[in-house]
């Protein structure tokens, strides 16, 4: 099946980059692009996208000046318009996503944190996590170990208990969706991501257990 992206942002040449990238990457992908925030809303309703790629300082409309609180407004009507919409937020800003932190964790789909400094192996790194359904946030939005309770009841069921993320939602009388979204808000918070070569439960466990969270 054909994936659709759109990318955000306002500098042309960064915007070329970006695109360059997903495309050498992603061949048969359908990428659309906006430069400003009035653009972004119909075009999502128009393309149905699998992923956004955005920059936090952009313009409201053609004309006006760049601003964080421009992007973050629009980030944060994305977010609750469209809580199954994969994200990657591409920013040297990106600290200033605490102020969504709330429903950045709530999120129901992939949402990923690409600095702009980063390497372009590194940024499709972000963007194949958040394809899937993946949370990665920056370290000063982790400080402080915050585990939910529901979070905690995983561990204790995954790995004291011992049974699988089946068992566990019927347990928890949730869904298995809702299980597997449990799992990577989790392992955001514990700071554990996909290592080639190493398995991310047995990751998560020596985490957990770091921390004193099980035994």
């Known amino acids: 099946m054909t994936q659709t992206f759109i990318v955000i942002d306002d500098h042309e040449s960064?915007?070329?980059?970006?695109?360059?990238?997903?495309q050498s990457q992603y061949s048969d992908a359908n990428i659309?692009?906006?430069?400003?925030?009035?653009?972004v809303l119909p075009l999502i309703e128009e393309t149905q996208p699998d992923l956004i790629v955005m920059d936090l300082s952009i313009p409201i409309e053609d004309g006006e000046q760049p601003r964080i609180d421009s992007g973050l407004q629009l980030?944060?009507?994305?977010?609750?318009a469209y809580p199954e919409l994969n994200l990657v937020v591409q920013s040297a800003h990106a600290r200033s996503l605490i102020r969504l932190k709330p429903i950045i964790e709530s999120h129901r789909a992939g949402f990923t944190i690409a600095e702009k400094?980063?390497?372009?192996?590194?940024?499709?790194?972000?963007v194949d996590w958040a394809l899937k359904g993946l949370l990665y946030t920056p370290p000063e939005m982790r400080t402080g170990l915050e585990l939910k309770?529901?979070?905690?009841?995983?561990?204790?069921?995954?790995?004291?208990?011992?049974?699988t993320d089946?068992?566990?939602?019927q347990k928890?009388?949730?869904?298995?969706?809702?299980?597997?979204?449990?799992w990577t808000r989790t392992q955001d918070a514990l700071a554990?991501?996909?290592d080639e070569g190493s398995n991310i439960r047995i990751q998560t466990y020596n985490k957990a257990r770091h921390y004193g969270l099980v035994e």
């Not at 659309?32 to 653009?39: F, G």
């Not at 372009?120 to 972000?126: A, D, G, H, N, P």
């Open 75 to 80: 980030l944060q009507s994305i977010l609750s």
């Open 32 to 39: 659309h692009s906006a430069t400003t925030a009035k653009e």
């Open 192 to 194: 554990v991501y996909p």
């Open 14 to 22: 960064v915007l070329e980059g970006t695109l360059s990238v997903l």
């Open 149 to 163: 309770p529901e979070w905690m009841t995983l561990l204790q069921l995954a790995f004291v208990d011992g049974i």
């Open 117 to 126: 400094s980063l390497s372009s192996k590194e940024m499709l790194t972000k």
């Open 172 to 182: 928890m009388n949730v869904s298995e969706r809702t299980v597997r979204h449990y």
């Open 166 to 169: 089946k068992a566990i939602a």
